[in-house]
């Protein structure tokens, strides 16, 4: 499954918020789930530790204990770091505490 990020100017972005309150806009899984109104801002969210984080969570499913060995991190940086993926939607918590995605790759769309 695809994590779409959509680049586009803030009042786009708004004006298309709009559209799909409105109904006049359907929004299926090739619609993007999150979008920032610059490529800087996404890169700040979505930088290389970030990308490389979300690959070991793929992989493996570990705990933030897990996580911690396997980055040499500390539990404290992760966890800042798993929040800003967790209000993205890009993580998810297991019942066992399990770190879950269901995100093969990434894809950004710059909207002009």
Request: proline share 3%; net charge negative; aromatic share 8%.
């Amino acid at each position: 499954m695809k994590y779409i990020i959509g680049i586009a100017p803030e009042e786009t972005v708004r004006t298309n918020t709009i559209k799909i309150a409105k109904g006049e806009i359907s929004v299926d899984e090739s619609y993007p789930k999150m979008w920032f109104n610059s490529l800087s801002r996404c890169a700040e969210v979505f930088d290389i530790e970030s990308i490389k984080l979300i690959q070991i969570i793929r992989s493996h499913q570990p705990t933030i204990e897990e996580l911690s060995l396997l980055t040499n991190l500390s539990r404290l940086y992760l966890t800042c770091e798993l929040e800003a993926l967790f209000l993205y939607d890009v993580i998810s918590y297991g019942v066992d505490g399990k770190i879950l995605t269901d995100y093969e790759t990434i894809e950004i769309r710059i909207d002009l």
